[in-house]
């Protein structure tokens, strides 16, 4: 979302459209009189990278709904790296416990990060144990790991769509292969 600008008492102001970060934590929005749009987009874009690390360090990797809302936009869509497309925090929520529910421990961990207009793009490493069926293969009780990549999109501060790919060959591999 680009900034909105408008005039007050003859001075331009920018309009930040991120939320929590001015007001004292109220969700408004805020204005910085006068402010250069680089420093805004800054500021926007250190609140959207503390964002993508939520999603993974808290909600991912402490598998802690309650952030959520705080993180995602209710009009959410996910792309996972399983293949599977899911819409609002409901449709987050299943797979999140998909995945959780068949990889014990599963952790994600942030490989590198680049930041780049209203989008994150991030490489990934994921873990976890085959504990349960799992991409159609039974419990296997072996540590996996994959690299994947994903590209967030944001909207008022919060994740409104999401696109991860992961290496699910090397995935497959791990699960069908008994002696890895």
């Not at 408004?28 to 680089?38: D, E, S, W």
């Not at 309650?66 to 299943?94: M, N, T």
């Not at 529910?101 to 209203?118: D, G, K, Q, R």
């Not at 996996?144 to 990549?149: F, L």
Request: overall charge positive; hydrophobic content about 40%.
């Amino acid at each position: 979302m680009p900034l909105k600008n408008t005039v007050y008492k003859n001075k331009q102001l920018t309009r930040c459209s991120i939320r929590s970060l001015c007001s004292l934590g109220r969700k408004k929005r805020c204005f910085f009189a006068p402010i250069n749009t680089a420093l805004c987009f800054k500021i926007k874009m250190n609140h959207a990278s503390e964002q993508v690390r939520k999603f993974y360090e808290v909600i991912w990797n402490q598998r802690n709904k309650q952030v959520i809302p705080e993180v995602l936009a209710e009009e959410f869509v996910f792309r996972g790296s399983l293949g599977q497309e899911k819409y609002g925090h409901v449709g987050f929520e299943e797979y999140l416990d998909m995945v959780h529910n068949a990889l014990e421990n599963y952790e994600c961990h942030i490989i590198e990060m680049v930041i780049e207009s209203e989008k994150i793009f991030v490489k990934l490493k994921f873990s976890g144990i085959h504990r349960n069926k799992f991409m159609g293969y039974a419990p296997t009780g072996k540590n996996v790991s994959w690299e994947g990549a994903a590209l967030f999109h944001f909207s008022e501060g919060l994740v409104n769509s999401l696109w991860v790919l992961g290496d699910l060959k090397t995935l497959e591999q791990q699960l069908a292969n008994e002696k890895t």
